[in-house]
């Protein structure tokens, strides 16, 4: 079934007020959170909904239509020495302002920042067609129900977003990278929380399943070498620096995710460092490539697109554990593992489209770090 297209928010209105299911979409990086094509939801494209409508660098704050691209609000915040301090994860070219928001997932130089934290107002279609707002444009206008925060790892189940405000960070004027050659995940989970409440501040904290962990601060150009070894030497084994090249790659390999293989999939797993071990012994056993994020607080895994998801489903909820499946063919229910929300999230369902126009459900008030 072909896409609708909305260039306006009238146009996402009539669509919504059509009565059948739908899903929006704008940049199709999320895939698997996609409506099936052959299937009765339709995708409502709202690509089309792009551009800055407002930014003031002095306030750390900006307004822009839920389309946009990322790469354009990258280049904006960087020309005044800004940026998004969640780090949306690059899933390709096209990743938007809104999907970013919608999928409510920080990528890896987001330890501490969450999005939730930074989205400050919205405004989107509800589920009857009504133009629906809260939050405002600037941090201390933020008033009334926290309509922002709810729509961040809403997957679009909750209304279509049309309009987005942020709050931004200054963007640090350098940075650094050290490596440590922690040996097994047991002593990497040690390191992570030692780097964690360590004296130098990290802004991301990698792990790896053998324990090697990636530590990155930022800061002032003129410290930052000194920082970076003082960093080294806070725990024992001492780390190494990366040259300024290599740190590049990494964590550009990192935010696309390039270790994922195009015929597999990439979840989300929110995780604890304490559930870590008993999670990555059963990935383990079914050979998965995956990786520890935002100190351990987030699993990314690789699942083959040639398994069933439900697989991956119920290990998870056998850990008690919920995530979210990003990429690859569309699926009927993104959302798998141990089921979470409950009677909130349906409270909120009914509220916000109660006639289940959305792809008829929505997911849990939730998405990951």
Same mark, same amino acid.
């Given at each position: 079934?072909?896409?609708?297209?909305?260039?306006?928010?009238?146009?996402?209105?009539?669509?919504?007020?059509?009565?059948?299911?739908?899903?929006?979409?704008?940049?199709?990086?999320?895939?698997?959170?996609?409506?099936?094509?052959?299937?009765?939801?339709?995708?409502?494209?709202?690509?089309?909904?792009?551009?800055?409508?407002?930014?003031? =660098?002095?306030?750390?704050?900006?307004?822009?239509?839920?389309?946009?691209?990322?790469?354009?609000?990258?280049?904006?915040?960087?020309?005044?020495?800004?940026?998004?301090?969640?780090?949306?994860?690059?899933?390709?070219?096209?990743?938007?302002?809104?999907?970013?928001?919608?999928?409510?997932?920080?990528?890896?130089?987001?330890?501490?920042?969450?999005?939730?934290?930074?989205?400050?107002?919205?405004?989107?279609?509800?589920?009857?067609?009504?133009?629906?707002?809260?939050?405002?444009?600037?941090?201390?206008?933020?008033?009334?129900?926290?309509?922002?925060?709810?729509?961040?790892?809403?997957?679009?189940?909750?209304?279509?977003?049309?309009?987005?405000?942020?709050?931004?960070?200054?963007?640090?004027?350098?940075?650094?990278?050290?490596?440590?050659?922690?040996?097994?995940? =047991?002593?990497?989970?040690?390191?992570?929380?030692?780097?964690?409440?360590?004296?130098? =501040?990290?802004?991301?904290?990698?792990?790896?399943?053998?324990?090697?962990?990636?530590?990155?601060?930022?800061?002032?150009?003129?410290?930052?070498?000194?920082?970076?070894?003082?960093?080294?030497?806070?725990?024992?084994?001492?780390?190494?620096?990366?040259?300024?090249?290599?740190?590049?790659?990494?964590?550009?390999?990192?935010?696309?995710?390039?270790?994922?293989?195009?015929?597999?999939?990439?979840?989300?797993?929110?995780?604890? =460092?304490?559930?870590?071990?008993?999670?990555?012994?059963?990935?383990?056993?079914?050979?998965?490539?995956?990786?520890?994020?935002?100190?351990?607080?987030?699993?990314?895994?690789?699942?083959?697109?040639?398994?069933?998801?439900?697989?991956?489903?119920?290990?998870?909820?056998?850990?008690?554990?919920?995530?979210?499946?990003?990429?690859?063919?569309?699926?009927?229910?993104?959302?798998?593992?141990?089921?979470?929300?409950?009677?909130?999230?349906?409270?909120?369902?009914?509220?916000?489209?109660?006639?289940?126009?959305?792809?008829?459900?929505?997911?849990?008030?939730?998405?990951?770090?």
């Amino acid at each position: 079934m072909s896409a609708l297209l909305a260039t306006d928010v009238a146009a996402v209105q009539e669509a919504v007020r059509a009565g059948r299911p739908l899903l929006p979409v704008a940049g199709g990086t999320q895939t698997a959170t996609h409506p099936d094509p052959a299937g009765p939801v339709r995708a409502l494209d709202v690509s089309g909904l792009r551009g800055v409508v407002d930014y003031d =660098p002095a306030e750390l704050t900006f307004t822009a239509r839920a389309g946009t691209p990322l790469a354009e609000i990258d280049a904006m915040l960087a020309s005044h020495g800004q940026h998004l301090p969640f780090d949306p994860p690059r899933l390709g070219e096209g990743a938007t302002l809104g999907g970013a928001v919608a999928a409510g997932v920080s990528g890896p130089n987001g330890f501490a920042a969450g999005v939730r934290d930074f989205v400050i107002g919205v405004r989107f279609v509800d589920g009857s067609g009504r133009l629906a707002m809260g939050g405002g444009k600037v941090v201390k206008n933020a008033a009334g129900f926290d309509l922002p925060k709810l729509m961040a790892g809403s997957l679009g189940r909750l209304g279509v977003m049309v309009e987005l405000s942020l709050k931004v960070f200054p963007r640090p004027a350098a940075t650094a990278t050290v490596r440590f050659p922690t040996a097994g995940l =047991p002593a990497g989970l040690a390191a992570i929380a030692a780097l964690a409440r360590g004296p130098v =501040p990290v802004s991301a904290l990698d792990l790896t399943p053998d324990g090697a962990v990636t530590a990155r601060i930022g800061g002032d150009a003129g410290l930052i070498e000194v920082r970076a070894e003082r960093l080294a030497r806070s725990i024992e084994p001492r780390g190494e620096p990366l040259a300024p090249a290599a740190e590049s790659a990494h964590w550009e390999e990192a935010r696309r995710f390039a270790w994922v293989g195009a015929d597999e999939r990439l979840v989300v797993v929110p995780a604890a =460092p304490r559930r870590v071990l008993a999670l990555d012994a059963d990935l383990h056993r079914r050979g998965l490539h995956r990786r520890y994020g935002l100190a351990a607080n987030v699993a990314w895994i690789a699942w083959p697109q040639a398994e069933p998801a439900a697989e991956l489903s119920d290990l998870l909820a056998a850990q008690a554990a919920s995530g979210v499946v990003l990429t690859g063919p569309p699926l009927p229910e993104p959302l798998i593992g141990a089921a979470t929300g409950g009677a909130f999230a349906r409270r909120i369902a009914a509220a916000l489209d109660p006639a289940g126009i959305f792809a008829g459900s929505a997911p849990a008030a939730g998405g990951a770090r």
